[in-house]
């Protein structure tokens, strides 16, 4: 074979494994889709579609009556992703421009890797915190006997969110052209008013892929709010009620539960409306960043 | 000529086939026993099984936890030779093991009286079964109800996987739903540690949980509450040997380990291990209860 022959075969082989590397990760997602929708589906032979999503109460292993109402556990599931992220997006723009306009480069050194070791802290540790220092802490705060509570789930859930809202607000920042911002202090403006009303509207996109990708990762997160909230099954009415999540209670009851039965499929089915949950939540997010690289285009 | 030529690639396949089969052969020839359930007992059947494995070498034992109806789950999927459970296979779960085939045979390794704790700043000192039950349903929610501070009680409990869980149930809640305020802990520990550092908890555990294995008492910070048969019945604690025997302290029940069919040999040395005298000294040292002989009679029945 020639050289030029062999360096095409080559070529298209290269090429043909990385179309291959795509197609895979599509395939594998919806292979994920399909095997939750196959054991889902079953479940609702059994119970009704429409109180499993409104019914509040979830008990498959009572003796009076199996009960499958989901309800509590997703108002809980966003409840506590939510104030996570409300409370980590604030902190982490505000630590993202520090970073990128006030620090001093020396300090930006030393304090952006330390923000990623943050990230690299397992969740079982952050959990265990919540239990022995963060609980104990809001019980005396909120004058209640235990802090297994939602808000204790929520903060360590925004201290896991942080890292990833702080890197990518971060970079979105420092990607604004200089010319942005000279032009902006050439006009008179601030140093707080070129980052408010012209860094920040610039890098907006990055921003919102940042609290997106916060989200979802406060969303999907089990074993911290399995440990921190105490798992009451009880549907939540406030923030100083125990609650039990979604992931939560998939990883506490599929364990135990016997295969093949209404309550092995009902937590499929819990899968599959939590899969739905950050699918549209990822979806938004892409729509948003779309709109906005259009109109800066 | 054919041989000659692929010599070197025939003897690099038996190389490698060597080196892949020889670890799974070594590992049948040694094999190793799995246990698998109850959270109450894997303390106990761990230090059993550590004091049999220093006694007979060869022994290999695993211990895993995971709850009584994980591993009665266990057993009937066949991944697990042993399983342990604190509370009796239920009906369903009969069953279950019949359509595939096995038949358990049980043995009841020790007796255990249900603990109902709570934190020691909480006055109350007893409860009738009837309060327990009503507490656990969460019909009475606070502890002035029942002659404590006006506080609402805070519920600790297992999940439902929990052999525990389902005997208190059973018992005290008599087949009633738990309240959905309960607070669901992963295991026996877990809950020590959330009435430890919660003035208004109960919570319930195996007796073995609540002592302090250097003092012989409770653990400090705890208070293990006596409880009464009714209102007209006088009430016991379950660190009182004889009333959780005799089966007046009426949330006393058995530890058992079950296996598929008549256990093989090795398994069933070990069990008799446990069950002899040795085995029930570590039952004792362990904060649970020796068997009476009741159970040794049938315990034997079923190693034959």
């Known amino acids: 074979m020639s050289k030029q022959g062999l360096r095409n075969l080559k070529e298209s082989a290269v090429r043909t494994f990385f179309l291959m590397n795509g197609v895979l990760t599509i395939i594998i997602l919806v292979g994920i889709f399909a095997l939750l929708l196959y054991s889902a589906v079953p479940a609702f032979r059994e119970v009704k579609i429409g109180e499993f999503l409104t019914s509040t109460s979830w008990d498959p292993t009572s003796p009076v009556k199996a009960e499958y109402g989901i309800l509590s556990m997703i108002v809980s599931t966003v409840m506590v992703t939510l104030v996570a992220v409300l409370i980590a997006f604030p902190i982490g723009l505000g630590v993202a421009a520090y970073l990128s306009d006030v620090a001093h480069w020396r300090v930006r050194?030393?304090?952006?890797?330390?923000?990623?070791?943050?990230?690299?802290?397992?969740?079982?540790?952050?959990?265990?915190?919540?239990?022995?220092?963060?609980?104990?802490?809001?019980?005396?705060?909120?004058?209640?006997?235990?802090?297994?509570?939602?808000?204790?789930?929520?903060?360590?859930?925004?201290?896991?969110?942080?890292?990833?809202?702080?890197?990518?607000?971060?970079?979105?920042?420092?990607?604004?052209?200089?010319?942005?911002?000279?032009?902006?202090?050439?006009l008179g403006g601030s140093r707080w008013q070129t980052l408010v009303r012209v860094k920040i509207p610039a890098a907006l996109s990055g921003i919102i892929a940042a609290f997106m990708l916060g989200m979802g990762r406060a969303i999907g997160e089990t074993m911290t709010v399995l440990m921190a909230t105490g798992n009451a099954r009880s549907f939540p009415h406030g923030l100083l009620d125990s609650v039990r999540t979604m992931t939560s209670n998939i990883a506490i009851e599929l364990g135990e539960v016997p295969y093949y039965t209404t309550h092995y499929y009902a937590l499929f089915a819990i899968g599959l409306v939590l899969f739905i949950m950050t699918f549209g939540v990822n979806l938004v997010a892409d729509l948003v960043l779309s709109k906005y690289q259009e109109r800066e285009q | 000529m054919f041989y000659e030529k692929y010599k070197k690639l025939i003897a690099w396949a038996q190389l490698g086939l060597a080196l892949v089969f020889t670890p799974i052969l070594i590992a049948q020839g040694r094999k190793m026993i799995q246990v698998k359930g109850s959270d109450t007992m894997i303390n106990l059947v761990q230090v059993l099984a550590e004091e049999y494995m220093n006694r007979t070498p060869a022994a290999k034992i695993a211990v895993l936890?995971?709850?009584?109806?994980?591993?009665?789950?266990?057993?009937?999927?066949?991944?697990?030779?042993?399983?342990?459970?604190?509370?009796?296979?239920?009906?369903?779960?009969?069953?279950?093991?019949?359509?595939?085939?096995?038949?358990?045979?049980?043995?009841?390794?020790?007796?255990?009286?249900?603990?109902?704790?709570?934190?020691?700043?909480?006055?109350?000192?007893?409860?009738?079964?009837?309060?327990?039950?009503?507490?656990?349903?969460?019909?009475?929610?606070?502890?002035?109800?029942?002659?404590?501070?006006?506080?609402?009680?805070?519920?600790?409990?297992?999940?439902?996987?929990?052999?525990?869980?389902?005997?208190?149930?059973?018992?005290?809640?008599?087949?009633?739903?738990?309240?959905?305020?309960?607070?669901?802990?992963?295991?026996?520990?877990?809950?020590?540690?959330?009435?430890?550092?919660?003035?208004?908890?109960?919570?319930?555990?195996?007796?073995?949980?609540v002592l302090d294995k250097t003092t012989g008492k409770p653990m400090k910070g705890l208070k293990v509450l006596l409880i009464a048969k009714d209102d007209k019945a006088e009430s016991f604690s379950p660190m009182d040997k004889d009333a959780v025997d005799t089966g007046k302290y009426p949330i006393s029940r058995g530890l058992y380990q079950s296996t598929n069919g008549k256990p093989g040999a090795d398994i069933a040395a070990f069990i008799q291990f446990e069950l002899g005298p040795d085995g029930q000294k570590i039952v004792e040292r362990e904060g649970f209860y020796p068997i009476g002989a009741k159970y040794t009679q049938e315990n034997a029945k079923n190693l034959k």
Do not use: C
Request: charged share 15%; glycine share 12%; proline share 4%.
């Open chain 1, 109 to 186: 050194e030393i304090v952006k890797p330390i923000v990623e070791i943050l990230a690299g802290i397992p969740s079982v540790v952050i959990g265990f915190l919540g239990i022995v220092l963060f609980g104990p802490f809001l019980a005396g705060l909120f004058g209640r006997t235990n802090g297994l509570n939602a808000l204790n789930g929520a903060v360590l859930l925004a201290i896991m969110a942080l890292p990833t809202i702080i890197s990518i607000s971060e970079d979105s920042l420092n990607a604004v052209p200089a010319a942005y911002a000279e032009a902006s202090l050439a």
């Open chain 2, 65 to 209: 936890g995971g709850g009584s109806g994980t591993g009665i789950t266990a057993l009937i999927n066949g991944t697990t030779d042993v399983a342990d459970h604190s509370r009796e296979i239920s009906t369903k779960e009969i069953n279950q093991m019949w359509e595939k085939g096995v038949k358990p045979r049980t043995f009841t390794i020790a007796v255990d009286g249900l603990s109902i704790i709570v934190n020691e700043k909480n006055p109350i000192t007893k409860l009738t079964m009837d309060q327990v039950g009503a507490i656990y349903r969460g019909d009475v929610k606070n502890w002035r109800a029942v002659g404590g501070n006006a506080q609402p009680i805070s519920l600790y409990g297992r999940q439902s996987n929990s052999g525990t869980y389902t005997f208190l149930q059973e018992t005290a809640l008599k087949n009633k739903n738990y309240s959905s305020d309960v607070k669901e802990m992963n295991g026996n520990a877990q809950i020590i540690e959330g009435v430890l550092s919660d003035e208004a908890a109960i919570g319930y555990v195996g007796v073995g949980y």
